[in-house]
């Protein structure tokens, strides 16, 4: 078997920083895929199925381009669900503000979808022709928030280009009380869902650990 080579389809800095973290050898390719576009095609899934659906998106459109060839391609979408919506990034620091004020002492659940692509040659790379994907989820209690922490928070930028409008690794941390369930997954990316499609795909985690 030649060498493995893992590509993350995401250009999220969080996503690659947890790989590297625990451990996995990775590249990053991103393509320019159409979120909005992709979810239209599908009429309106529910925030479990939209992150699967771009991820499965971010992955094949990555897979399809020659850098890929003979590698393992991983891509990645986190949606926040609160209140029956679906909240992708906000990207306007009114539209944030309003969703912070609103989370503020409750509770959502942050899906985050992964699709793996082996891109392997079937005959001499080992290659299983794999192309398949799960979601990790995970309920996320907010503290209750001040105003003057709100504005503070959006103020920093942070919360603009993220789902849901907060991280958990970094400024936002603060303002979150709990997690039920894998909390890599609200990072973006869960180890042990990415460890479950590897071996879907012939591959051990440990394999990639180091390279």
Known sequence: MTDLNLILASAS??????????????SVLVSDVDEDAVTARYGT???????????????EAVA??????????IGCDSVFEFEGEAHGKPWEPEVARERIRRMSGKVGVLHTGHWLVDCRDTDDDGGSGATLG???????????????????YVATGEPLQVAGSFTIDSLGGAFIEKV???????????????????????VKITDLWGR
């Not at 899934?45 to 992955?59: E, G, M, N, Q, S």
């Not at 799960?134 to 503070?152: N, W």
């Open 64 to 73: 399809a381009l020659p850098e890929a060839e003979g590698s393992l391609v």
């Open 134 to 152: 799960g979601v990790s989820s995970a309920s996320v209690y907010f503290a209750k928030l001040t105003d003057e922490e709100i504005d503070a």
């Open 45 to 59: 899934p529910d925030p479990h199925d939209t992150a699967l659906l771009l991820a499965r998106a971010k992955a």
């Open 13 to 26: 800095p969080a996503r690659t920083k947890l790989l590297t973290n625990a451990g996995i050898a990775h």
């Open 180 to 202: 039920d369930g894998d909390p890599h997954a609200v990072v973006g990316l869960s180890v042990s869902m990415l460890r479950e499609l590897l071996a879907s795909a012939g």
